[in-house]
């Protein structure tokens, strides 16, 4: 007799777990306590949620689990930043980046395995897409780095693996659970969903959520931006400027951040840059120009340092906001870009006993 699958209770935000505690005989309330048990305690034996009824109790043992994707792979970088790859309970797995900076650290999380976007300098990309995550998988990264750290970060990006918007609900989900008071705490200002630009999930998002929005940029006009990001010949920059403009209306004091990559000779001109500042006219916006980091097969080069300054000169003296991205994790392929989910396998005891780590 074939075994039925248990329910994972990651997949489940507050309002999900209330409507779930009242399905199973409980009170909202008892939803709320087994959210908070979960995520704040960090508890997966439903045996130790001891505020709960021992009925509720035995009816998530008989059908439901907590289940947290493993970290089987775990590689620190000489600046303190550490890449955690994490397996999934069919064998895929993901690439989380932690990176401490001061009192502050940041969570890099993924939402899909692989992505299908297909951005011309992203690693990422040239694996191909295999699946969405589930709310719980990317949950799950929170929650790991969370028992990894002693404490929630400080800061989540959705700017791992995969295109956020192109796994819309799942990451609405995951995102409510790490602002959730009851849960992770973190600051709506301090959840950053990055995204190529993927107009009328943009749209539907503002009706979800209002987390801070970044944009991969990345060029400032449609013919260069068709080859770089191909998304954009689907949503050219006629939509997605209007769309993000509309994303933050009404609130005086953000901004939109536009994700540059920086590539010698591609679109790091001043041309470029004069070109960019007109794009973002009367848009309050803030750029992060970043270094390209180099992965093996691709043709694309680093901009140099002298032009890359320059560049940002020149978008500063017009008015826009804009910061050179400092490079964290490139020395373990952990940088921008350079996610890819494959690795060999190395037991984490291993590493943290000071054996050499292989590169992903």
């Known amino acids: 007799m074939e075994t039925m699958a248990r329910i994972n209770l990651l997949d489940f935000d507050l309002k999900g777990m209330e409507t779930l505690a009242v399905e199973l005989g409980a009170k909202p309330f008892h939803g709320r306590n087994l959210l908070k048990w979960i995520h704040k305690h960090g508890v997966?034996?439903?045996?130790?949620?001891?505020?709960?009824?021992?009925s509720l109790r035995e009816r998530l043992e008989s059908g439901y689990e907590v289940a947290v994707p493993e970290i089987v792979f775990e590689q620190p970088s000489f600046d303190g930043t550490t890449k955690w790859v994490l397996e999934l309970s069919d064998g895929q797995r993901v690439e989380t980046v932690y990176i401490p900076d001061g009192d502050?650290?940041?969570?890099?999380?993924?939402?899909?395995?692989?992505?299908?976007l297909d951005c011309a300098f992203c690693s990422t990309a040239q694996q191909g897409f295999n699946r969405n995550l589930t709310a719980g998988e990317i949950i799950g990264q929170v929650w790991q780095a969370t028992r990894?750290?002693?404490?929630?970060?400080?800061?989540?990006?959705?700017?791992?693996?995969?295109?956020?918007?192109?796994?819309?609900?799942?990451?609405?989900?995951?995102?409510?659970?790490?602002m959730e008071d009851l849960a992770y705490m973190i600051s709506k200002s301090?959840?950053?969903l990055s995204t190529s630009?993927?107009?009328?999930?943009?749209?539907?998002?503002?009706?979800?959520s209002d987390v801070s929005l970044a944009v991969s940029l990345?060029?400032?006009?449609?013919?260069?931006?068709?080859?770089?990001?191909?998304?954009?010949?689907?949503y050219p920059l006629e939509e997605l400027i209007p769309?993000?403009?509309?994303?933050?209306?009404?609130?005086?004091?953000r901004k939109i951040t536009w994700e540059y990559v920086m590539l010698d000779g591609i679109n790091d001109s001043i041309s470029h840059a004069k070109a960019l500042i007109r794009l973002l006219q009367g848009v309050p916006s803030k750029v992060n120009l970043i270094p390209f980091n180099p992965f093996p097969g691709t043709d694309f080069k680093t901009s140099p340092p002298e032009r890359i300054e320059a560049f940002r000169d020149r978008l500063m003296r017009a008015g826009i906001i804009t910061i050179t991205r400092k490079?964290?994790?490139?020395?373990?392929?952990?940088?921008?870009?350079?996610?890819?989910?494959?690795?060999?396998?190395?037991?984490?005891?291993?590493?943290?006993?000071?054996?050499?780590a292989d590169k992903a």
């Open 44 to 54: 997966t034996d439903f045996e130790q949620m001891t505020d709960l009824p021992r």
């Open 104 to 116: 502050r650290s940041t969570i890099c999380v993924s939402s899909q395995v692989g992505c299908a």
């Open 148 to 178: 990894e750290l002693g404490r929630p970060p400080s800061n989540v990006v959705m700017m791992g693996m995969g295109e956020p918007l192109a796994n819309f609900d799942a990451v609405v989900t995951a995102m409510d659970n790490m």
């Open 190 to 192: 301090r959840v950053t």
């Open 197 to 208: 630009g993927i107009v009328p999930a943009l749209r539907r998002l503002r009706d979800h």
């Open 218 to 234: 990345h060029a400032p006009d449609n013919l260069l931006r068709d080859h770089l990001v191909p998304i954009n010949r689907k």
């Open 243 to 253: 769309a993000c403009k509309d994303y933050i209306h009404g609130e005086k004091r």
């Open 327 to 356: 490079t964290r994790g490139e020395d373990i392929d952990a940088a921008c870009g350079q996610l890819v989910g494959k690795v060999r396998d190395r037991s984490r005891r291993q590493l943290r006993s000071g054996a050499p």
